[in-house]
């Protein structure tokens, strides 16, 4: 499997005899101390573990080339969509190889455009990210969120777009939330935490979010409380306010469970309480708009692949809640109201469908889009009559286009310019049966005319979790494993949010496995149509795709030529025990749980690594301000899987410094990183270049 002839020498750590009794199991975790990243012993391990892993990656002599191609691949202008705020537009721009995009703004479309936020200027090595805008009604004051080195925490401050001067508003211990400006653009509503003990704020559980109001000109200290449940520790809220100024809405989520609530306050009456309208986490309510008193919601409620409905707040019970568009054959991922008609946002086989419809729900037209790929964007005020889309797919970088509401028309808007010709690249989408049976589909991306002789390097690349669907998006760092000749197959796994809210259970809690199954055959599928054999195909995903890939490496070592497990949750008896994992219990159940801990168990990538197994080259990819997934995860399995490990292939972990979860990554480690990765592949899977 890797072209390494001796076995690498890897740093050890002290093991402890720490047993946790489950429900009358008894279960080792010997690496319990890689859970404090602090201790000058979890440093050393670390400082120890990349210089093992940058030795070997420095003697591969394709890097260099590949992170020369990358770079010069990578440096194109990338536009984000336009939107508009009172008199002004404003879009996101990087000039090529920035480390942080920069956000603009201009009064037509024609006019020269103005910086208003560069966040390249905020540290020297773009590793302070811009995380979060808001600007309000009258585009005059920008609110901003600002992360460093990847971490979920966020500052807020306020900017004058008029001067490009900072107000002296400071807010901390922000995170999961943005900001909501009320119509007097004298303030606005934000969700944060109570302040975190310094030194432990990137392991600490976070409990108990409060939605508070803050004006301008004030302390952080005297801004008001709007919202807070002393009683539910769990409960997340997130203020936004109706496009006609007249109600807060507040959405409760619980976890990253899909179901919510809705409560709202009218905000003419100073006094007025909050209502709570969905009182019962039974479904996903995701508000669009409003008529006064009429509500409108994108909801999965008797409709898992989502419907639009209007509530009348009047009179809110169940028999005065009115189907306005029905559910579809595609799942509605999303809706929004522009030139006074609905524009949904719907996926048909995990690629972009829009249609539009008037505010009774008779269908208008489908808009039509360049092919098979991903659109976003369709942002705007009810009465626009244009707006703006992107649009991507594998091989195309994001094309922005200016729709015109009126006639329906399309007209490029900003189309990039890379150094790749994808004329010569083709992308198909297949449909495989999964272990019990279900269809699921794949998308392949590849040079045209490949030889299916089993000998293509081929790279596997799943999530399978969350309601997240994965639909076809543009990566620069792609582009290089294609030209070197490799196949790129995604398949949209149980779990994802492809097919709506049935396709999702199916890969949640006791059904995980399903998850796994699914990405198995898929390789096995590969395999047997001739794109490859065990010996060229890489498995990758970040995150909840760390774990597929770790349960799947345990499962079958014998399946994969290598594994690229990045951020990946693999302690899933204790991942609820830092930071925002405990959300996840909804998704993935918890050990504390009799039932759930055997079917966690089951699969865990920690605890199922076998002694004496000859597992695939795997390089397992971190960052050591990951306050998501905190790096104890990949750090233990890693020390575990050293120790497990039987044979030559390298089983190495990336831990990258001042980063988090991926999140505000700056251009030059995002490069660095996948000119690592390619480069490992290149090696262990014996690619010509």
């Known amino acids: 499997m890797s072209n390494s002839k001796q076995p690498l020498t890897y740093p050890t750590i002290s093991k402890s005899d720490q047993i946790d009794n489950y429900h009358g199991t008894a279960v080792a975790d010997p690496y319990r101390a890689l859970e404090d990243p602090d201790t000058e012993e979890t440093k050393a391990w670390v400082e120890a573990q990349n210089q093992v892993t940058f030795s070997y990656l420095n003697e591969i002599p394709a890097r260099a080339k ?11 202008e990338k536009y984000g969509t336009p939107f508009k705020e009172g008199e002004n537009y404003f879009y996101f721009k990087n000039d090529g190889l920035q480390n942080q995009s920069v956000l603009y703004t201009l009064p037509t479309l024609e006019s020269e455009p103005r910086v208003l936020l560069d966040p390249n200027q905020l540290s020297e ?48 211990w922000i995170k999961f939330s943005g900001a909501a400006w009320t119509h007097d653009h004298q303030g606005f509503f934000y969700s944060r935490y109570d302040e975190p003990n310094e ?35 769990e409960w997340g809220f997130g203020g936004n306010v109706t496009e006609d100024g007249k109600y807060l809405i507040i959405s409760i989520w619980l976890g990253t469970d899909s179901k919510n609530l809705v409560f709202y306050q009218d905000l003419t009456n100073l006094n007025s309480e909050i209502i709570e309208l969905i009182n019962q986490f039974a479904a996903d309510y995701s508000f669009i708009n409003n008529d006064d ?17 209007a509530i009348d707040t009047k009179k809110p019970t ?13 799942t509605l991922e999303s809706v929004g109201i522009l030139n006074n008609q609905f524009v949904a946002d719907y996926l048909q086989d995990a690629h972009s469908q829009i249609k539009i419809f008037d505010l009774k729900g ?8 360049p092919g098979i790929g991903s659109a976003s964007g369709f942002g705007g005020k009810r009465h626009d009559p244009e707006t703006f889309y992107s649009f991507t797919s594998f091989t195309t970088p994001g094309t922005i286009y200016r729709y015109d509401m009126k006639t329906g028309k399309s007209e490029i808007f900003r189309q990039p310019k890379v150094d790749f010709n994808a004329d010569e690249y083709e992308t198909k989408q297949v449909f495989y ?21 089993g000998n293509n390097p081929t790279y596997l690349y799943g999530y399978g979790g969350f309601n997240i669907s994965l639909t076809p998006s543009f990566s620069v760092s792609l582009l290089i494993w294609l030209e070197m000749g490799g196949v790129y197959a995604v398949p949209n796994l149980r779990g994802g949010g492809e097919y709506g809210e049935e396709w999702h259970q199916a890969g949640m809690k006791e059904k995980k496995q399903n998850v796994f199954d699914d990405f198995i055959t898929a390789a096995e599928w590969l395999i047997a149509n001739n794109y490859t054999k065990p010996a060229k195909l890489a498995i990758g995903g970040g995150s909840n795709g760390g774990l597929l890939v770790g349960a799947c490496m345990t499962q079958r070592p014998d399946l994969f030529g290598a594994a690229l497990p990045a951020v990946g949750v693999m302690d899933m008896l204790r991942f609820h ?63 575990a899987l050293q120790a497990a490990h039987n044979g030559n292939a390298p089983v190495l972990i990336r831990i990258e410094i001042k980063a988090g979860h991926g999140a505000g990554k700056p251009t030059a480690k995002i490069i660095e990183e996948a000119a690592d990765k390619w480069g490992f592949l290149v090696r262990v899977l014996a690619i010509d270049v």
């Not at 803050?214 to 807070?228: N, P, V």
């Not at 169940?318 to 595609?330: D, G, L, M, T």
């Open 66 to 76: 590949i992170k020369q191609r990358l770079t010069k691949l990578w440096d194109y």
């Open 125 to 172: 090595d773009g590793t302070v990210a811009l995380s979060g805008i808001a600007i309000s009604e009258n585009g005059q004051l920008l609110a901003y969120g600002l992360s460093s080195s990847g971490s979920d925490w966020q500052e807020w401050k306020v900017r004058d777009i008029a001067t490009g001067e900072d107000l002296q508003d400071h807010l901390q």
């Open 577 to 639: 025990k830092f930071t925002i994992g405990w959300a996840w219990v909804a998704e993935y159940g918890s050990s504390e749980n009799a039932a759930e801990f055997t079917n966690l168990y089951a699969y865990s990538p920690l605890h199922n690594l076998k002694m004496g197994t000859a597992y695939p080259p795997t390089l397992i990819i971190t960052a050591d301000h990951d306050d998501r997934v905190v790096p104890a995860h990949s750090f233990k399995f890693a020390a």
């Open 293 to 309: 008193h009429i509500f409108y919601f994108r909801t999965d409620l008797n409709a898992p692949k989502g419907r639009v409905i």
């Open 362 to 369: 008779n269908f208008i037209r489908e808009v039509e889009l």
């Open 199 to 233: 030194k432990t704020k990137l392991e600490d559980v976070n409990y108990y979010q409060k939605l508070y109001y803050h004006k301008l000109g004030t302390q952080q200290s005297e801004d008001i409380l709007i919202y807070h449940r002393s009683d539910e520790k």
């Open 433 to 453: 049966e999964s272990k019990d049976g279900t269809k699921v589909p794949m998308f392949i991306t590849q040079k045209k005319g490949i030889k299916l002789d």
């Open 318 to 330: 169940s028999e005065n809640c009115q189907e306005i568009i029905p559910q579809a054959v595609e």
